[in-house]
């Protein structure tokens, strides 16, 4: 289940609808999200994390990305790269119908935290479109009434926050 924040400029009179987390469609956008980091559209870095062991997986939970230098912001699925960090009894850990090993990867992380122990091998840093420096993800997760500040990619403003929350999928 996704989140979303509805937000809006005062100034400008423009809407932002933000839509984070997962969604139903959500194993196969991990399967898709992993392939593209092996292929290297995610960059070398990622690419090298996900090919330094077995068994990796990608959260491609929807998250909000924003620039500290300007404060621009994206939504962008997650495609850091995790490994199991048991490597030993790892694989043999059931992953819904089948082991880890039986999948041949780590189908997605979000949620199985605490029955299968995963570590971050490489983070996910999106270059920003404006400026180019690394953005950061803002931790908006579902337990958290907090609402991320954001400024209007129109005219700078700091838009109204919290209007609502929307469940998606
Ligand atoms: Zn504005
Ligand atoms: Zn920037």
Redesign the pocket.
Known sequence: MGRGFNYHCDNCGKDYRVRLGVGMAHPSTCEETLARVKEGKYGQDLKEAAESETYVGVDAALKLYV?D??G?WDVYADASVYGLADKERGPSAMFGTRTIEEWGFIPYTTGWEDEIGFRVIKEFRPP?E??G?EMQAIEADEDSDETPVLKCPNCGSELSTGVMNVLWD
């Open positions: 620039c230098a300007c621009h920003c404006k400026c420096r």
